[in-house]
């Protein structure tokens, strides 16, 4: 079946690092790829996305771009922010899936002033 | 634009009960899904329902059920409550359309602890 692999975390950054937050995935088909986040109490917010070989999702600084030689979708910003503090997950759906997203693990970012 | 609405946010059971949760879609979202989230499994789908009929339906036991109404509110329900059903379950809606299959947007989830 599909599933979403993310780098371990938490992953901690002083304010004006970069990130990188590595996702790969499994698939059966041809799926669509996104990154949500998670703020503090709250629900998942959609970040980005992307839905075929070699787009590139980008949002708020954040940028991914999928990568079907690798099944990669690693996300990326060039300098964050305290406020990017949050948990991020990466997430596939399939062609014919509808809502049914799967999720990885979820990676806790902390950015640090 | 009101985002999707949860009610309960919170609410403690004891084990053996059941218990109801709501979601009301963003106006104009006709399909409606669940997701479990723990710390342990992470994010998991439940169902989903537009139309009020269920389309799609994760790898949870029958105790699990859902329904969604001709205005496309949405309850679930767990019966018989476990221990390990303390979880945030997670209400999401989308705008029915060929190409944002996936976009999901969240409301801020219903906690469900269980004694």
């Not at chain 1, 790829?33 to 503090?40: A, H, N």
């Not at chain 2, 342990?40 to 799609?56: M, V």
């Amino acid at each position: 079946g599909d599933s979403v692999t993310q780098m371990e975390g938490p992953v901690t950054l002083s304010e004006e690092a970069f990130l990188t937050i590595n996702c790969t995935y499994t698939a059966t088909g041809y799926p669509s790829l996104f990154w949500y986040v998670q703020y503090p109490g709250e629900g998942l917010q959609l970040l980005l996305k992307a839905t075929k070989a070699d787009d590139k999702g980008s949002n708020k600084g954040f940028e991914a771009t999928y990568r079907k030689e690798t099944t990669s979708f690693h996300l990326e910003k060039g300098s964050v922010q305290v406020s990017d503090s949050a948990v991020y997950f990466c997430a596939l759906s399939e062609e014919t899936s509808g809502s049914r997203l799967t999720f990885g693990e979820g990676t806790q970012l902390t950015v640090n002033p | 634009k009101a985002g999707v609405t949860q009610t309960p946010r919170y609410l403690i059971k004891t084990r053996g009960q059941q218990v109801t949760l709501s979601c009301s879609p963003i106006s104009g979202h006709r399909s409606v899904s669940w997701y479990q989230q723990t710390p342990g499994q992470g994010l998991q789908f439940l169902f989903e329902y537009f139309s009020e009929t269920q389309r799609n339906k994760g790898n949870f036991p029958g105790r699990f059920s859902g329904r969604q109404f001709s205005n496309s509110r949405s309850e679930m329900n767990v019966s018989t409550l476990e221990l390990g059903d303390s979880a945030l379950y997670l209400c999401a809606s989308r705008k029915l359309t060929s190409t944002n299959t996936g976009e999901l947007f969240f409301g801020e989830g219903s906690r469900l602890t269980v004694l």
